[in-house]
Nanobody
């Protein structure tokens, strides 16, 4: 069964940090591009960061560049999103998503969708 499970969300004060995890089962993340997305109440889903399957480049939205970092642990079949200097506007449900490199290429990822598998999301609340 193909599954992505996010964890690590919670309540944090402005300026704090959280690390989100996205654990995959039923497929090998190394063969997939990974994207992190978020959706705040009343807003459209927004791409936050992405990582191609075999390319070391990482991509970030302007709103999180310099504060967030995406990384992979292939041995654990898990992807992480390290979030530092969090702001109240970062409050959202965060989702990870995966797309097969065999279809899109090993150097592809996108902040705008086209992913095949999605997790259920984890809530991040930034508030004092």
């Amino acid at each position: 069964q193909v599954q992505l499970v996010e964890s690590g969300g919670g309540l944090v004060q402005p300026g704090g940090s959280l690390r989100l995890s996205c654990a995959a089962s039923g497929f090998t993340l190394d063969d997939y591009a990974i994207g992190w997305f978020r959706q705040a109440p009343g807003k459209e889903r927004e791409g936050v960061s992405c990582s191609p399957s075999a390319d070391n480049r990482r991509y970030y939205s302007d709103s999180v560049k310099g504060r967030f970092a995406i990384s992979r642990d292939d041995a654990k079949n898990t992807v992480y999103l390290q979030m530092n200097n969090l702001k109240p506007e970062d409050t959202a449900v965060y989702f990870c998503a995966a797309a097969p490199a065999i279809k899109y290429g090993t150097d592809w990822c996108s902040l705008f969708g086209s992913y095949h598998y999605w997790g259920q999301g984890t809530l991040v609340t930034v508030s004092s």
